[in-house]
Every structure is written in C-alpha cells, then in structure tokens.
C-alpha cells in the first residue's frame, strides 16, 4: 500500500509513519521530503501525481485551541481550505481520503456516537467538523474522531501526558488537573492500528478511535502519576477556571462511543497508560 500523509512531522504523524513502516510511504517535510504548504494546491497535485498513492492521510491541524481564536485566517486556511484541496486531489487521483478530525461537540450529552450530529463550541472544533464537510466529497472518505491521545514518547508526545510526564523529569512533585473535563483517550499504537483495520475492511465514514472507559483529566494524571513515579507525586484537583492560560472554553464532555471497526478490539485507556508507562521508563 503506498500513503500519501500531510501533517507527518506531528506527534500522530510519527505515530503513524512508525506503524506503516513496512508500506511505501512519502511525507513532505520528512527525512529529505520538501515541505509543501497544505493550501498550495499546485504544489500538492503534482508531488501526489508523482507518488501515485493508493492513500492519502491528512493529519495536517493547527493543534492549540487559543491560537485557532486569536489566528482564525490560520485554523481556516488548515483545517478547511486544507481539506479540501486534499479531498480535491484524493477524488482526482482516485485515492481514498483519511481526514483526522476532533470530538467537535459541545459537551452538553454525557457522550456521542459516530451517528450523533457535530455540535462545535470552539472556533477550532468548528473548522475541523469544516473539514470534516470537506472530505465527504469524496467518495471513499475516513474521517476519524480520536479522543485525549498520548503516546510517541518524550520527545514526541505534546499533549497532556508528555506535558505531565516532562513536569516529573524536571522535578516537580506536586502537579494539577482539572476535575471538571470529561473525555475518552486514545492511545497512539491502538488508533494506527485502527486506522490499518479500517482501510483494510474499506468501512467509508465516521469512525470515533478511542479506548474504553471514561475519565476526567484529573483522573488521568492521578493514573499516571501513580503508574510512573508511585508515591513520589501528588495531583491535585483544580476547576478549569483556575488555568488562565487555557482562556477557551472547552466542552464539560468529550466522552465518545467508541465505533466498531471490523477485526479491532478497543482496550481500556488504564491498560494502555500501563503500557506507555513502561515504554517511558524503557
């Protein structure tokens, strides 16, 4: 199988590449691979031509939820004109388009399906569910909706464990989460080969990529700091209100139903942090 993948230098892209080692793949801005800006339409048509792909993954997203509302022109051009010059090209060169997307809902429900209508509050939840509108012009489309992902390891893991996880190397031994967000995680080696199970079993749609079980995100860092440093760290709770810096409002919940994807089992997100947690001690 030969990928196409935009937005590969990212933590998922990673993620990705590693898995799919043993296809052909090409990712611009990767080992010798030029950079191409993903709304340079002219650009991406011919580097995809030449490749001729069988998929094209777009991981391309502008990842900060207050960067996306202080540069909106940036979350726009990314995250819709993005996709659909992708969609574009995938229909042109007959491909089949995978767009990763977001829980775009606005947390009001205890959780969402696959089926439930998209619900944004943020502008970026509100560009990607775009995108997401985006890649529907084509015919055989993956959207995948992953939950709170962790996983790539130090150096590659910029979300909410790797940022935990480097407060424990630097010394610290008093953390905090907030109690008051509610989400699904998805655990990076499980969504790549959920992503494989779903091109293999040409399932066309919406696909929510998450383990099982549910957590607040102080649930999540007392796990984790239990599972890496026993006894050694302390997370305390705190309302979200409290973290300034994260000046936008997320939604209450982000729990997703996991779907279910032919010849892939979820597993529960405690299971897979055990399994991290030993990949990070080494």
């Known amino acids: 199988m030969r990928l196409y993948v935009v937005g590969g230098t990212g933590m998922i892209g990673h993620s990705l590449l590693h898995h799919f080692r043993g296809h052909i793949t090409r990712a611009p801005g990767v080992d010798d691979v030029p950079r191409i800006d993903i ?24 990842c900060s939820i207050e960067k996306c509302e202080q540069i909106p022109s940036l979350a726009i051009h990314t995250h819709i004109e993005g996709s659909a010059n992708l969609a574009l090209i995938t229909s042109a060169v007959g491909a089949e388009y995978v767009y990763m997307s977001s829980c ?7 959780s969402y399906r696959d089926s439930d209508p998209p619900s944004p509050i943020t502008f970026y939840g509100k560009t ?31 979300k909410f464990i790797g940022k935990l996880y480097r407060q424990i190397l630097d010394g ?14 998805t655990y990076l080696p499980e ?7 779903i091109l ?16 607040s995100r102080f649930e999540v860092a007392d796990a984790f700091a239990d599972f890496i440093a026993p ?25 997703l139903v996991p779907s279910r994807i032919p010849g892939f089992k979820e ?15 080494g």
Not at 45 to 57: A, K, Q, S
Not at 104 to 110: E, P
Not at 191 to 197: F, G, Q, R, S
Request: net charge positive; glycine share 8%; hydrophobic share 40%.
């Open 39 to 62: 709304c340079n339409y002219p650009a991406l048509l011919e580097d995809i031509n030449r490749f001729c792909p069988h998929v094209i993954v777009n991981l391309a997203a502008i």
């Open 128 to 158: 990607k569910v775009m995108g997401e509108f985006m890649a529907k012009i084509v015919l055989r489309h993956h959207i995948i909706r992953p939950g709170w992902c962790f996983g790539g390891g130090v150096l590659h893991d910029t």
């Open 191 to 197: 969504l790549c080969k959920a992503i494989e199970k």
């Open 231 to 255: 006894g050694r760290v302390t997370v305390r709770p705190v309302r979200s209100a409290l973290l300034p810096e994260y000046f936008v409002q997320r939604p209450e919940s982000e729990r």
């Open 172 to 185: 610290k031994r008093e953390l905090f989460a907030v109690s008051d967000k509610y989400g699904s995680l």
């Open 267 to 281: 597993r529960h997100w405690r299971d897979c942090l055990i399994e991290y947690v030993k990949e990070l001690k």
């Open 200 to 215: 293999e079993s040409q399932k066309y749609g919406i696909h929510h990529v998450v383990c099982s079980g549910t957590a």
């Open 104 to 110: 775009s809902f606005d947390g009001l429900a205890y």
